[in-house]
């Protein structure tokens, strides 16, 4: 008799999912995206994903089929209105679930405030270095896009694969939302065991090329991160200077903006058309590998659809779909699958803390793909190397590929191993590199040097004093120097954004 007790239990365990009906719950959903077009995330291009991932949950017949959800729309103007339209709102009821929002800096405020109410949040952004620490303020954090690290997991990867070992750090600063920052500070973190420098640019300034082809010397491989114009001017300078016959690889990431690279991003129309597309002969793009499925098509053609249906006239590409716009739909999918999970195990879905930990540390199949998710709650990402492989036409294709689930890299048919052999290194190093440390370049360095320190004492405060975590936090031992431009005019911007906070 004592045995039949646990046997009964053990089998309505395991037949009632089978058995039940499927479980039901409204949920509240609290989406942040910017009505701006201008932003790849805009509230036009991904709230059509959104609602077709709800109207695909709440289809009849499937395990979701009895979950409601309720969705809310709010404005994200990537500062401040995240946070206070959270606040204003959780004055009735706090919402189930949060999605987005995707600026940095107005994340790091909302994701704080949510962790602390346990409210999951699920966002396409959030990419952020500071954001992988989820022991404190960022608990309730799951990325549903590969983050800045998880990208630069393909250099580490690269680096190791050729034997590189030193890199150039170039970026273009706009003191505002920092994407290209942020993206480098990503391949920073990861790249401690090589020997990296840091050069940034000040999105307002004029291009001093010379001073960055000088920091080139010492240098195997220039890893960029700036508007596409100003990459032409850097890959046309170093062309001039021979730096692009072998001395020195060129990289650029551009991980969202799909119509930026590759083909023909080398042509303008004007005289140095011929010379950009030798020197872009020697510039390889990161990217986000992208994979599509026959559902996929699908999902694409019905965001088309509803992008025209809303007669946009600002959003030319608005009908692609990036990997924002995968990404929230993915993050709806996610949370039903977590959610579903814990409420059979006898939670509700007011545990956000149970339910947090059920999206993380699992794969399962998105509308482009599978997605896996790591065991702190960030998506591992698949990224691609495009490379010119037609040099008369000035084509571009995947060379290869980055999986971050298994950490393999993967070389393709196209890759052409003499386009990543460093040439002329073995004698030069020495005699160049004496010769660029003169008076140019020691100068120079402690710029970028006080630089770095600068914002990074600057953002620990933009976060108020302490929250988030620098990662960029190992220093060289040069001194600070003409530091107090830049840090004047950070602590201006900073002064003018939260004075009224
Ligand atoms: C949208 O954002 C862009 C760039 O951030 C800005 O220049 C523009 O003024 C914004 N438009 C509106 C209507 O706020
Ligand atoms: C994407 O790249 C194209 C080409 O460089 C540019 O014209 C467009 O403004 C970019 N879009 C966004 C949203 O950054
Ligand atoms: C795509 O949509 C059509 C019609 O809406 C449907 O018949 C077809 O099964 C769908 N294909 C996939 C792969 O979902
Ligand atoms: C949520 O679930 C956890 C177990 O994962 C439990 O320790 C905690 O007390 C629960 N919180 C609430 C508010 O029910
Ligand atoms: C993650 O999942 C795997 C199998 O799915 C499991 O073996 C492992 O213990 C899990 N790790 C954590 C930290 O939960
Ligand atoms: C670029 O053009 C070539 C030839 O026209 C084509 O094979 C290739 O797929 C294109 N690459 C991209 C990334 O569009
Ligand atoms: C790594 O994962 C990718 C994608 O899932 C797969 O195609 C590849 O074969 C895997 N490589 C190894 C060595 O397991």
């Keep these: 008799m004592p045995y039949f007790i646990p046997l009964c239990v053990y089998f309505v365990l395991v037949l009632s999912p089978v058995?039940?009906?499927?479980?039901s719950e409204d949920i509240d959903v609290l989406v942040f995206l910017p009505q701006n077009n201008s932003y790849l995330f805009s509230h036009a291009r991904v709230a059509p994903a959104i609602l077709y991932a709800q109207r695909r949950l709440e289809a009849d017949g499937g395990p979701y089929s009895g979950f409601r959800f309720n969705i809310q729309f709010e404005n994200s103007d990537c500062v401040n209105d995240a946070l206070f339209a959270l606040v204003d709102r959780s004055c009735g009821q706090k919402p189930d679930l949060i999605l987005g929002p995707v600026c940095e800096y107005e994340a790091a405020a909302l994701v704080r405030l949510a962790s602390h109410w346990h409210i999951p949040v699920v966002s396409a952004g959030a990419l952020a270095a500071g954001f992988s620490n989820k022991n404190g303020e960022y608990s309730h954090l799951t990325r549903i896009a590969p983050s800045y690290v998880k990208m630069a997991e393909t250099f580490t990867a690269m680096f190791e694969h050729f034997s590189w070992r030193s890199a150039l750090l170039v970026y273009e600063d706009d003191k505002l939302e920092r994407n290209c920052y942020f993206?480098?500070?990503?391949v920073y973190h990861q790249m401690s065991d090589y020997n990296t420098k840091i050069y940034s640019i000040y999105q307002e300034d004029r291009l001093d090329t010379e001073d960055i082809l000088q920091?080139?010397?010492?240098?195997?491989?220039?890893?960029?991160?700036m508007g596409a114009d100003k990459i032409r001017e850097i890959m046309l300078a170093a062309h001039r200077r021979r730096l692009t016959n072998g001395n020195c690889l060129f990289f650029n990431v551009e991980l969202f903006n799909a119509s930026s690279y590759g083909n023909g991003s080398w042509k303008r129309g004007d005289m140095f058309d011929n010379d950009a597309r030798q020197a872009y002969a020697s510039l390889n793009t990161v990217t986000l590998l992208r994979t599509v499925k026959p559902e996929?098509?699908?999902?694409?053609?019905?965001?088309?659809?509803?992008?025209e249906k809303a007669g946009l006239h600002d959003c030319d590409d608005c009908g692609s779909v990036n990997m924002f716009v995968e990404g929230f739909h993915d993050a709806m999918l996610l949370y039903a699958i977590a959610l579903h999970e814990a409420m059979r195990s006898g939670y509700s879905k007011k545990n956000g803390t149970e339910i947090t930990s059920h999206m993380w540390n699992r794969t399962f199949e998105g509308i482009?793909?599978?997605?896996?998710?790591?065991v702190n709650g960030d998506r591992n990402g698949d990224f691609s190397l495009m490379a010119m492989t037609n040099f008369e036409a000035g084509s571009y294709e995947v060379v290869a590929n980055y999986f971050g689930v298994n950490g393999t890299f993967q070389l393709l048919p196209a890759?052409?191993?003499?386009?990543?052999?460093?040439?002329?290194?073995?004698?030069?190093?020495?005699e160049l590199s004496e010769k660029s440390c003169g008076l140019g370049v020691s100068a120079l360095t402690g710029v970028i040097v006080g630089a770095v320190l600068g914002t990074a004492m600057l953002i620990a405060f933009y976060f108020f004093r302490k929250n988030y975590r620098i990662t960029i936090e190992r220093r060289t031992h040069n001194e600070e120097s003409d530091t107090r431009k830049h840090r004047q005019l950070r602590e201006?911007?900073?002064r003018s954004n939260f004075s009224a906070a």
Excluded: Y
């Excluded at 058995?19 to 479980?23: E, R």
């Excluded at 482009?368 to 790591?374: I, P, T």
């Excluded at 890759?415 to 004698?427: A, D, Q, W």
């Design 415 to 430: 890759f052409n191993i003499e386009r990543f052999t460093l040439k002329g290194r073995s004698k030069t190093p020495t």
């Design 19 to 23: 058995m039940t009906a499927p479980l």
């Design 215 to 225: 920091n080139m010397h010492d240098t195997e491989v220039v890893i960029m991160c």
């Design 183 to 186: 993206t480098l500070e990503g």
């Design 368 to 374: 482009a793909g599978q997605v896996s998710m790591d």
């Design 296 to 307: 996929f098509e699908n999902f694409s053609m019905e965001m088309k659809r509803s992008i």
């Design 492 to 494: 201006d911007s900073i």
